[in-house]
């Protein structure tokens, strides 16, 4: 018997105990819970897992830090912008500063406005740049922030990272089960780390940044 | 320890309404109608802070420290993310339902959190202003400039710091010009003392002690900027004399009367009778600034009054007139 962790919240399949009122009774092994089973915390895939004790197979092979040319500003799109203003606004706020929060908020919205619209948008897409995120780009940047240790840096990472990770999952399980995913379920973001979360019952706390859940927002429909 | 200034703020989400801060305030900035400490009369003592049982007040420092430096290597592996995100939530934006919506504002979380560690984390600092006035430079159609107008004054236009600095400054030299000009006439009167006692070397050191204060006090004067021109400074003559002669003195003479100080009275009395003599005569000179013809003064030197002739007398004092001196 043996017990599986999910890496991005933590949470502890343990095949001993298995989850008797979700319908699987003690003794259920990691490999006879279905192939779309998903951690009842945070929605991670079985994928997300890792055995308890096994050795890490994470770091493995560690990609060599590539260097892209920096962007300086006039290289930032519109809605990249967008993002610096409304973070400088979140700064703002946390210092209680009203005005200036208000100002920035302003800009934000602005360059949110002129941002040109994606061409045929489709969730495909959105999957592909998830899947290069996980693969590449946030390897790279892990590798860059360690090797200066950059807390802030590796802390931003790991959060994205996670988060990134829960999109990857909730992109595959909506290919799968489409709008019935959605049916008659909340659906939440966590304010500070951007976490997606499915589902009525809130956890007490993120499970990847770990913040109160009161800082979550309900999505509501479009 | 920290020495820079702070100033309480309040989380009202975690104000429980205990009101301790209100009890322990020494200035009575935390009680305002809209739960907002008053930064105006905050001295940034912390006691609110201390006594709150939510923890609901914090200090925040007025100037906040410069940013950690960032590295060439993170900050462009970071941009690389952060275009990755502003894409999908691009994408996101243009596709229907609950989930696109919230996988858009996850990215523009995520997209925040990495920009802010890319160099972006202070609205104060120097990358913020920078990205400011590019926005400003590159000015593109319809962009609102005076957003970013404002929000370059109020994040980093320290006109208002400045002007106190400046005022205290000023203070500090009108300060010093009082103390360098009390100190010229106090050694002038120790001088005479010392004439009086005989010690001469003492005298004259006096003497060139009280040039010297008159030099500091003159280039102060001038650093201050109050030396105006003659008119300017007639004016302000008038000023000084009318207000001594009526407010000041007779203020101070009813105080010594009811004390009993005869001295007091003699020199208060003296001193306001021959103030408002100078006021009539800087009046007059005003008037007449232009004039040519050259006008002689005649100081008395007991009381210091100053008539335009010589008299038989003086009209304040009553010493013979042969004492009074020409100018």
């Known amino acids: 018997m043996a017990k599986y962790v999910c890496s991005i919240c933590g949470f502890v399949y343990d095949e001993t105990e298995g989850i008797p009122e979700a319908g699987m009774a003690a003794g259920t092994k990691w490999d006879e819970l279905p192939d779309d089973w998903v951690c009842p915390l945070c929605g991670a895939e079985k994928a997300d897992f890792m055995k308890q004790g096994a050795p890490s197979t994470d770091h493995a092979e560690k990609p060599k830090t590539v260097h892209d040319a920096s962007l300086d500003m006039q290289q930032l799109s519109p809605l990249e912008v967008s993002a610096l203003c409304s973070n400088l606004a979140r700064a703002c706020e946390q210092q209680y500063k009203a005005e200036e929060a208000d100002l920035f908020k302003e800009l934000a919205g602005y360059f949110k406005s002129v941002s040109a619209p994606a061409k045929d948008p489709n969730f495909s897409q959105l999957l592909d740049l998830v899947e290069k995120d996980l693969e590449q780009d946030f390897p790279n940047a892990k590798a860059a922030a360690s090797e200066v240790k950059d807390r802030g840096a590796l802390r931003a990472l790991t959060w994205s990272e996670k988060v990134t990770r829960i999109l990857k999952s909730l992109l595959h399980r909506y290919q799968k089960e489409g709008d019935a995913l959605l049916e008659n379920t909340g659906v939440y ?4 780390c951007g976490f997606i979360y499915i589902g009525d019952e809130l956890p007490e706390v993120c499970p990847v940044c770990k913040v109160a859940t009161w800082k979550f927002e309900k999505v509501e429909g479009r | 320890m920290s020495v820079t200034k702070k100033y309480a703020v309040r989380n009202i989400r975690l104000c429980t309404k205990d ?15 809209n739960s907002i400490i008053d930064v105006e009369k905050c001295i940034g003592c912390g006691d609110c802070a201390d006594a709150c049982p939510s923890g609901a007040i914090s200090l925040v420092p007025f100037e906040y420290p410069p ?31 609950k989930l696109a919506k919230a996988i858009e504002k996850s990215n523009r979380i995520m997209a925040e959190d990495i920009i802010r560690e890319a160099g972006y984390m202070l609205p104060q600092s120097h990358n913020t202003r920078q990205f400011l006035q590019s926005l400003l430079e590159q000015n593109p159609e319809g962009f609102p400039r005076e957003t970013v107008e404002k929000l370059l004054t109020v994040l980093y236009d320290q006109k208002e710091d400045k002007q106190m600095k400046e005022n205290k400054i000023l203070d500090n030299l009108m300060e010093a010009f009082a103390g360098e000009s009390q100190a010229n006439r106090k050694y002038l009167a120790y001088a005479k003392q010392a004439e009086k006692e005989g010690k001469l070397n003492a005298a004259k050191l006096f003497r060139a002690a009280a040039d010297a204060e008159t030099l500091h006090a003159f280039k102060l004067l001038e650093v201050a900027g109050k030396i105006g021109s003659t008119a300017d400074n007639l004016k302000d003559g008038i000023t000084g004399e009318t207000y001594e002669y009526k407010e000041m003195y007779p203020a101070f003479v009813k105080e010594a009367e009811a004390a009993g100080n005869k001295a007091a009275v003699m020199a208060y009395t003296f001193a306001m009778k021959a103030e408002e003599v100078h006021a009539k005569l800087y009046q007059e000179a005003l008037e007449n600034i232009d004039q040519t013809e050259e006008v002689f003064y005649y100081l008395c030197p007991v009381c210091g009054n100053i008539e335009k002739f010589v008299p038989d007398k003086c009209s304040i004092c009553g010493i013979p007139g042969k004492k009074f001196i020409k100018y």
Request: aromatic share 2%; glycine share 6%; net charge neutral.
């Open chain 2, 67 to 97: 940013q950690q430096p960032k590295t060439e290597s993170v900050v462009s592996t970071l941009n690389t993310l952060l275009r990755s995100k502003a894409k999908q939530e691009n994408i996101a934006a243009g596709l229907p339902g």
């Open chain 1, 189 to 192: 973001v966590c304010t500070i």
């Open chain 2, 19 to 33: 009101c301790l801060c209100l009890y322990v305030c020494p200035t009575g900035a935390a009680d305002t109608e």
